[in-house]
Nanobody, 125 residues
Framework: QVELVESGGGSVQAGGSLRLSCVDSGYTSINSCMGWFRQAPGKEREGVAVIYTSGGSTFYADSVKGRFTISQDSAKNTVYLQMNSLKPEDSAMYYC??????????????????WGQGTQVTVSS
């Protein structure tokens, strides 16, 4: 059973914006770290941004700071990723992920025990 369902991917030109959504249908994501990883062809999956659902602390990869914003709507069990000023190098499959507890070591993908199926983001130059 898929607990994390992503939506919002698509194709945009460089400089454009997209908003990704991740609905957690498994359980109320209290005291967990939820966020986004991405994987481009031939590259490893990398952390993009996460949020600690019980405290609201956020963490970002250096490559997206100032352009991407992660947020949550706890009532809807949903996490969002607003992506602005998109670049061709942002093109990838974006995956929603969740791990219990805080966002310590947030970019270690092996610590996440729930993953969505991914949504494709393509940015053309």
């Amino acid at each position: 059973q898929v607990e994390l369902v992503e939506s919002g991917g698509g194709s945009v030109q460089a400089g454009g914006s997209l908003r990704l959504s991740c609905v957690d249908s498994g359980y109320t994501s209290i005291n967990s770290c939820m966020g986004w990883f991405r994987q481009a062809p031939g590259k490893e999956r990398e952390g993009v941004a996460v949020i600690y659902t019980s405290g609201g602390s956020t963490f970002y990869a250096d490559s997206v700071k100032g352009r991407f914003t992660i947020s949550q709507d706890s009532a809807k069990n949903t996490v969002y990723l607003q992506m602005n000023s998109l670049k061709p190098e942002d093109s990838a499959m974006y995956y929603c992920a969740r791990k219990p507890g805080t966002c310590s070591f947030w970019n270690f993908r092996t610590r996440y025990n729930s993953w969505g199926q991914g949504t494709q983001v393509t940015v053309s130059s």
